[in-house]
């Protein structure tokens, strides 16, 4: 599976940015899709984590109750909505696709990843 993201942007503090996740080559119904992303320097880290039929889903607490995880099979897309941006959520982000029963926050456990969309947000 090919994925791309997109949806990134300049945005001010308390703002908010919708990313999304197209796949192609196969459904990304079969996968599951994490969000991460990452600062010049340092590692890759986890954003979001969403299950093959959206039921499931789980966040890391820096983004907790700020971000929404969301997918549409039907279309191949899987989106992460951002509100009340910080300054320190600004990062390349990467969404990424796991063949597996099991869900994972660790980036060595994604076979896939698409090549990043860049957020900055302004204080």
């Known amino acids: 599976v090919q994925l791309q993201a997109s949806g990134g942007g300049l945005v001010q503090a308390g703002g908010s940015l919708t990313l999304s996740c197209a796949a192609s080559g196969r459904p990304l119904s079969n996968y599951r899709v994490g969000w991460f992303r990452q600062t010049p320097g340092k590692e890759r880290e986890f954003v979001a984590h969403i299950a093959w039929s959206g039921g499931s889903t789980y966040y890391a607490d820096s983004v907790k109750g700020r971000f929404t995880i969301s997918r549409d099979n039907a279309k191949n897309t899987v989106s992460l909505q951002m509100n009340s941006l910080k300054p320190e959520d600004t990062a390349v982000y990467y969404c990424?696709?796991?063949?597996?029963?099991?869900?994972?926050?660790?980036?060595?456990?994604?076979?896939?990843w698409g090549q990043g969309t860049l957020v900055t947000v302004s204080s």
């Open positions: 990424a696709a796991r063949l597996s029963v099991t869900a994972s926050s660790s980036p060595s456990d994604y076979n896939y």
